[in-house]
């Protein structure tokens, strides 16, 4: 089981995150992006640059991962096509996106788009506070120990 991660928009906390887990659990992390990505000198920690252009680096995660692997994102398309892989997704801020809420956030997210390009709505996300990165870094430590336990097993 490995950790892919959404890396275009990812947050440089949560890497930090992402790249002490990978040392201590010596759990793969691969980060994709279109663009070069500064990663820490490590066995487990490796970057994958692919082509510029829509839904590329996505393409290249779906068509990695398998069952089991975990994907970190806040592409919510992404995180569906993920969850049907039979893969786990995660959000920078530690939400789970799962087979219950998946289709209701894929709603919620064509909606706000709507609305955004109709210019009802502007701006973006709030920046990540230490409460998501404490959440997601439970999360982490949450399916860690999962993956621990499926291995002894």
């Not at 975990?70 to 920078?92: F, R």
């Not at 701006?123 to 999962?146: E, K, M, V, Y």
Request: one cysteine or more.
């Amino acid at each position: 089981m490995k950790i892919w991660v959404d890396a275009d928009a990812c947050p440089i906390g949560i890497k930090e995150i992402l790249f002490r887990a990978a040392r201590r659990a010596r759990v793969t992390v691969t980060l994709v992006a279109n663009q070069p990505i500064r990663i820490t000198p490590s066995p487990y920690i490796r970057s994958v640059q692919v082509a510029a252009g829509f839904d590329v680096a996505d393409n290249y995660i779906v068509q990695q991962i398998i069952a089991g692997d975990l994907v970190i994102t806040a592409d919510i398309p992404l995180a569906a096509s993920v969850i049907e892989s039979g893969a786990l997704a995660i959000s920078p801020r530690g939400e789970e996106f799962t087979p219950n809420n998946i289709k209701q956030r894929l709603g919620m997210r064509n909606f706000m788009e709507e609305l955004r390009g109709a210019g009802q709505l502007r701006g973006g996300p709030a920046p990540l506070s230490a409460t998501d990165r404490r959440n997601f870094a439970n999360t982490l430590d949450r399916w860690l120990a999962q993956r621990d336990q499926k291995i002894r097993s």
